[in-house]
T-cell receptor, first 116, second 113 residues
Framework: GAVVSQHPSWVICKSGTSVKIECRSL??????MFWYRQFPKQSLMLMAT?????????EQGVEKDKFLINHASLTLSTLTVTSAHPEDSSFYIC????????????FGPGTRLTVL | GENVEQHPSTLSVQEGDSAVIKCTYS??????FPWYKQELGKRPQLIID?????GEKKDQRIAVTLNKTAKHFSLHITETQPEDSAVYFC????????????FGKGTMLLVSP
């Protein structure tokens, strides 16, 4: 149980284009999902908290107009990196709450984004 | 907000030895402390967690201890094996609803055969 998938697993795009990353909870409903960014050999940095049916809560320093988050259903949240630039290249990971009333989070496999 | 410090940043041990990773946190309201293992290029995997109502929790070769007074918690791995080699992250949060996790910077554990 508590399986989270992400798609795509990796993507290469040209500078200036937009990229959409999907995060799905496969066997449970997740009212809350989280988006993290991880640079090589560094820790996970929370970007935003995504709540189903409402606006995402962004961490300080994260541009909400650049990293668009949509959580349209209880099993799907999307992160769109708009007008991507090379400095946006990173490993993006989502997580979802287990829904059991505790703060367990289960992570997706991550998406490696490379912007040329 | 919460701040989590993790030490050491790297840890090398021989197979069969024990490994200990320590974390401190700043927010006394935090009461949920998970540990994640992340292999290169893969997702973090929850390996053990502890809540503030207990001081120690054990699962086979891994154990976690918590000292709420001192605001620190530790991961203990006994009889280490090469497959334990990975980056380990500690985290802290308030165990209410869906509070955010604050992660430590990670410890790269290398277990040599």
């Amino acid at each position: 149980g508590a399986v989270v998938s992400q798609h795509p697993s990796w993507v290469i795009c040209k500078s200036g284009t937009s990229v959409k990353i999907e995060c799905r909870s496969l066997d449970f409903q997740a009212t809350t999902m989280f988006w993290y960014r991880q640079f090589p050999k560094q820790s996970l940095m929370l970007m935003a908290t995504s709540n189903e049916g409402s606006k995402a809560t962004y961490e300080q320093g994260v541009e909400k107009d650049k990293f668009l988050i949509n959580h349209a259903s209880l099993t799907l949240s999307t992160l769109t990196v708009t007008s991507a630039h090379p400095e946006d290249s990173s490993f993006y990971i989502c997580s979802a709450g287990s829904g059991r009333g505790y703060n367990e989070q289960f992570f997706g496999p991550g998406t490696r984004l490379t912007v040329l | 907000g919460e701040n989590v410090e993790q030490h050491p940043s790297t840890l090398s041990v021989q197979e069969g030895d024990s490994a200990v990773i320590k974390c401190t946190y700043s927010d006394s309201a935090s009461n949920y402390f998970p540990w994640y293992k992340q292999e290169l290029g893969k997702r973090p995997q929850l390996i053990i967690d502890i809540r503030s109502n207990v001081g120690e929790k054990k699962d086979q070769r891994i154990a976690v201890t918590l000292n709420k007074t001192a605001k620190h918690f530790s991961l203990h791995i006994t009889e280490t094996q090469p497959e334990d080699s990975a980056v380990y992250f500690c985290a802290a949060s308030q165990d209410s609803g869906y509070s955010t996790l604050t992660f430590g910077k990670g410890t790269m554990l290398l277990v040599s055969p």
